[in-house]
T-cell receptor, first 115, second 114 residues
Framework: GDSVTQTEGPVTVSESESLIINCTYS????????LFWYVRYPGEGLQLLLK?????QKGSSRGFEATYNKETTSFHLQKASVQESDSAVYYC????????????FGLGTRVSVFP | GPKVLQIPSHQIIDMGQMVTLNCDPV?????FYWYKQILGQQMEFLVN????????KSKLFKDQFSVERPDGSYFTLKIQPTALEDSAVYFC????????????FGEGSKLTVL
C-alpha cells in the first residue's frame, strides 16, 4: 500500500533558526500522487498548510516551502526562520486525484520553537 | 478559520457497548470523513460520506461501524458493538469539494474501550 515517512519528532529549534522536516513517500497505487503538508496547532484541528499536485513544483504558505521531487520521492518541508507560533505538529500526506480512499498520512512531527 | 467540532472529546466504555461519536462539520461543506488513529500509529482513512451515502470506505471500516447525517445535523460514527481494538482517536473532517484534498479536521474524539 501507500505510505509516508517523515522526520521523527520531537524537533526543538530556537526562534529565527531554520527548520527542515523530511518526508518521503511510497505510492504503489498512484503514479503521481498529490502531496500535502498539514499542521495541527495547539488546541486546534488539523488544517492544510500547503499542497503540490505536479512533480517538480514548489508549494509555499506562511513562510514554509516544499518541493515535489519525484526522483527522490520526497516532499521536505522547510522554513528559513521559524517563530514561536510555528510550534505545532506537522503531517506529510499523499492522495490520488479523487481522494476516494482518503489521504495517507505520516506519523507527524512535533516541532517546538523556543524564544 | 472554519471549525469542525467533535463531541465528546473523550469517552470510556466497556467492550460490547455501543458508542456514537458526533461531528459538527463546517456549515456549507458537502463531504464528510472519519479517520482513525491508534496511539503511536498514523491517522488512517475510514470512510467518506456524501449526499446521505457512503462513497468509499477502507478495510478498517468494519461491519460494526456505521455513519449517518440525519437531517443535516451531526455527522455521526456509531460503533456497535465495540471491541478492544476500537480504542483510538477518531477524527472527523469535512470539505466543500472532493477533489482538492483540502479537508478541515476536528480535534478528535478519544475512545477508550475497556
Amino acid at each position: 500500500g501507500d505510505s509516508v515517512t517523515q522526520t521523527e519528532g520531537p524537533v526543538t529549534v530556537s526562534e529565527s533558526e531554520s527548520l527542515i522536516i523530511n518526508c518521503t513517500y511510497s505510492a504503489t497505487s498512484i503514479a503521481y500522487p498529490n502531496l500535502f503538508w498539514y499542521v495541527r496547532y495547539p488546541g486546534e484541528g488539523l488544517q492544510l498548510l500547503l499542497k503540490v499536485i505536479t512533480a517538480g513544483q514548489k508549494g509555499s504558505s506562511r513562510g514554509f516551502e516544499a518541493t515535489y521531487n519525484k526522483e527522490t520521492t520526497s516532499f521536505h518541508l522547510q522554513k528559513a526562520s521559524v517563530q514561536e507560533s510555528d510550534s505545532a505538529v506537522y503531517y506529510c500526506a499523499l492522495g490520488d486525484d479523487n481522494y476516494a480512499q482518503g489521504l495517507t498520512f505520516g506519523l507527524g512531527t512535533r516541532v517546538s520553537v523556543f524564544p | 478559520g472554519p471549525k469542525v467540532l467533535q463531541i465528546p472529546s473523550h469517552q470510556i466504555i466497556d467492550m460490547g457497548q455501543m458508542v456514537t461519536l458526533n461531528c459538527d462539520p463546517v456549515s456549507n461543506h458537502l463531504y464528510f470523513y472519519w479517520y482513525k488513529q491508534i496511539l503511536g500509529q498514523q491517522m488512517e482513512f475510514l470512510v467518506n460520506f456524501y449526499n446521505g451515502k457512503v462513497m468509499e470506505k477502507s478495510k478498517l471500516f468494519k461491519d460494526q461501524f456505521s455513519v449517518e447525517r440525519p437531517d443535516g445535523s451531526y455527522f455521526t460514527l456509531k460503533i456497535q458493538p465495540t471491541a478492544l481494538e476500537d480504542s483510538a482517536v477518531y477524527f472527523c473532517a469535512s470539505s466543500l469539494v472532493l477533489n482538492t484534498g483540502q479537508l478541515y479536521f476536528g480535534e478528535g474524539s478519544k475512545l477508550t474501550v475497556l
